[in-house]
Nanobody, 120 residues
């Protein structure tokens, strides 16, 4: 079992920056990848950024060049640095972890979510 706790959301003006953190505890060795998802009102949840156990990263086209996913040396905490934020980035952001039987479409573990609001 893996427990994920997010922090770092909030309200920011367009053009500003925020950094989200996701701390994992439990059976971290069973995780194949970590990702950040977001869900805006009335929209489906989407994968924003992902990092595999090997360190490869992937981003949604809408955030490429503005968001960066990274992790600490222990692979316990994953970060999402969000720069040049736009009002359309407003959403609840979720941290997720893909276990051995999970996939990026259906992660095994989820955090509780953190609200990011970008004002124009």
């Amino acid at each position: 079992q893996v427990h994920l706790v997010e922090s770092g959301g909030g309200l920011v003006q367009a053009g500003g920056s925020l950094r989200l953190s996701c701390a994992a505890s439990g059976s971290i060795f069973s995780i194949n990848g970590r990702g950040w998802y977001r869900q805006a009102p009335g929209k489906q949840r989407e994968l924003v950024a992902a990092i595999t156990s090997g360190g490869s990263t992937n981003y949604a086209d809408s955030v490429k060049g503005r968001f960066t996913i990274s992790r600490d040396n222990t692979k316990t905490t994953v970060y999402l640095q969000m720069n040049s934020l736009k009002p359309e980035d407003t959403a609840v952001y979720y941290c997720a972890a893909v276990g051995r039987k999970g996939s990026w479409n259906n992660p095994t573990y989820w955090g509780q979510g953190t609200q990011v609001t970008v004002s124009s």
